[in-house]
């Protein structure tokens, strides 16, 4: 083992991100995998992180809280698990990438907050492709204008519980951002019945649920005469792992602060 390895921790170790996580740490060679943690319901408590994901023996067991030791943890979970998460690296120093989305204006701010006493990364999608679209699309806002409607489609697969995903948000408050205005009061979500025609400055949002699709969004500005595309598509979950560990790597160098991809794509 060299020295100068980050060590790094992973919630929801044992789920399909965790796995994918410290796979690609393994592969990666600059990580130094030094906790793994679940739920506590979870029923390989206790087991080596490693073997219990189908990877080699790491000699670190899966745990139900965060120890001391780690200079980041990379959280793949659910809010409330997030958070639980998020007051043990207050109390350990720990940095923190959020990759979890779903959050609660009260739990963001509860994040934002941490974010004061300790280095913290949050983004609803922790592909660069997908952060690199963010600014794409901004700039697209900001350039054509209101003339140009704005709707968004993303397409997951058919377990996915929240809608419309992150992504797609994160998507529309780009847009909003650009033009100066609230998504809140902008965002439509779906069409039934007789709605009326679109009103102005409408950001339209539709989920697609079905098969086993990681992850497609579409944003489209429909002008007069011509339509512009933005598209992205993910095809594995190893986009999202390695994007999440390119953020750690960037974190653990950093002071207490709330960062985003932005800053590590110097965007």
Sequence with gaps: MTSNRIKLAVNGA??????????????????????????????????????AVGLKKLGVK??????DGADVLVDFSAPQASLARLTECLKTGTAMVVATTGFTPEQ???????????????????SLGVNYLMDLVAQAARTLGE????????????HKKDAP?????????AVAEARGVSLDQKGVHGRKGIVGPRTEGEIGFHAVRGGD???????IFAGPGERIEFVHRATSRETFARGALR??????????????????LGL
């Design 213 to 219: 699709v990681v992850g497609d969004h579409t944003v």
């Design 147 to 158: 003339n140009y409607d704005v709707e968004i489609v993303e397409v997951h697969h058919r």
């Design 165 to 173: 995903s992150g992504t797609a948000l994160a998507l529309g408050r």
């Design 108 to 126: 963001m701010h509860a994040i934002h907050s941490a974010a004061e006493v300790i280095p913290v990364l949050h983004s609803a999608n922790m």
């Design 62 to 67: 899966v745990a139900e809280k965060l120890s």
């Design 14 to 51: 044992c789920g399909r991100m965790g796995h994918m996580v410290l796979q690609a740490a393994l592969e990666d060679g600059g990580f130094e995998i030094v906790a793994a943690v679940e739920s506590p319901e979870c029923p390989l408590i206790g087991a080596d992180a490693g073997t």
């Design 247 to 264: 953020a750690a790597r960037f974190l653990a160098k950093k002071p207490a602060g709330f960062y985003t991809m932005k800053e590590v």
